[in-house]
């Protein structure tokens, strides 16, 4: 039995709306794993989605999550978005600030049903790709990779996004669980091979003693792919529980919890009347609508805004 060393905060003890991170220091491998319950319910209940849309965004938002709980400086911002190119879907966009996740889909009904129960990328987003940018507020910068929509799930997209721009061994796996009348779970997971750079000095001078990288890194998969969707998404067992299960026999497994996630809408209606006010106020009257207000929508939380343009 290896050595089990916790960071504890606050939370659901199911692990709901929080991601959990860990850290392999003997396979030089770290990873993060979240599940979405209520506040994954609080987005998709501000749309009627179908439920391939509902899937979709779901998953959607985990990978959002588990990219945007990388960052170390809390007003960073992770946005998700994908390019589409004759395909049913029309827009997906979601992003991450400080815990907060937001996202939204828009498509063709039409070709979404067309594109079957169980539809593949290519199925949703045509000739698609997938825009991944991280807007880091420490060092003001951007850094954004694109990747083709390609495979069968957006856990795919997320491998290929890291084995293509970050040249880093990754296994992502994400899943999604419809809960009769309640709404739905989602779960997901991303392990990584840790950059050469980044592994502990005192590591790096017994590294002999340990076998290869690419042997490291295969055994660390073939642990991770043994995750169960029913893992992922189960309302009684916990993250930890479920970290243990695939690492219990690591020399030593670190595990500290994350950000607690939360439905993160940013529509302020005093920011909307200020961006209104920029415009000339002959401009403002014909925005109005009948009852003398200009009505401004918000597509993430469906809501809208009256503003009145003599204010």
């Known amino acids: 039995m290896g050595l089990w060393s916790v960071v504890t905060m606050a939370s659901d003890e199911t692990g709901f709306d929080q991601t959990l991170i860990f850290t392999l220091p003997a396979q030089d491998a770290r990873g993060r794993i979240v599940r979405l319950g209520p ?16 899937r979709l965004l779901a998953e959607a938002l985990v990978l959002t999550a588990l990219l945007g709980s990388t960052f170390k400086e809390p007003t960073s911002q992770l946005t998700l978005q994908a390019q589409t190119d004759n395909g049913a879907i029309t827009l997906l966009v979601c992003d991450y600030l400080a815990g ?15 594109a079957g129960a169980d539809p593949s990328l290519f199925a949703l987003f045509g000739k698609g790709f997938l825009g991944i940018t991280f807007d880091h507020a420490d060092t003001k910068q951007r850094y954004q990779g694109i990747v083709p929509l390609e495979g069968h799930c957006l856990a ?3 491998q290929t996004y890291f084995r293509q721009s970050e040249q880093l061994p990754t ?5 999604v669980r419809p809960i009769a009348g309640t709404g739905c779970i989602a ?11 980044e592994t502990e000095q005192e590591r790096l001078d017994v590294r002999a003693e340990h076998r290869d990288d690419e ?9 991770a792919e043994t995750l169960r969707d029913e893992e992922l998404t189960s309302a009684t067992l916990s993250l930890e529980a479920v970290v243990w299960r695939l690492f219990h026999d690591e020399d030593e497994v670190r595990v500290t919890r994350g ?10 209606p005093a920011y909307l009347a200020t961006v209104i006010a920029r415009f000339p106020a002959d401009e403002r009257a014909e925005m109005a609508g009948d009852n003398g207000m200009i009505g401004v929508d918000c597509a993430f939380c469906s809501r809208t805004f009256a503003i009145d343009p003599e204010q």
């Not at 506040?39 to 509902?54: C, F, G, N, R």
């Not at 907060?100 to 067309?114: I, M, N, S, T």
């Not at 296994?171 to 899943?175: P, V």
Request: aromatic residues 8%.
């Open 215 to 223: 042997s490291r890194w295969d055994h660390v998969r073939a642990l």
């Open 187 to 197: 779960g997901g997971v991303l392990v990584q091979q840790l950059a050469f750079t």
């Open 171 to 175: 296994f992502a796996r994400i899943a």
């Open 39 to 54: 506040v994954l319910d609080t987005i998709l209940s501000a749309h009627a989605y179908p439920p391939v849309v509902e």
């Open 259 to 268: 950000d607690i996630l939360s439905r993160g809408c940013r529509c302020d």
């Open 100 to 114: 907060q996740l937001r996202g939204y889909v828009a498509f063709d009904p039409d070709r979404l049903a067309e």
């Open 156 to 158: 795919d997209a997320a």
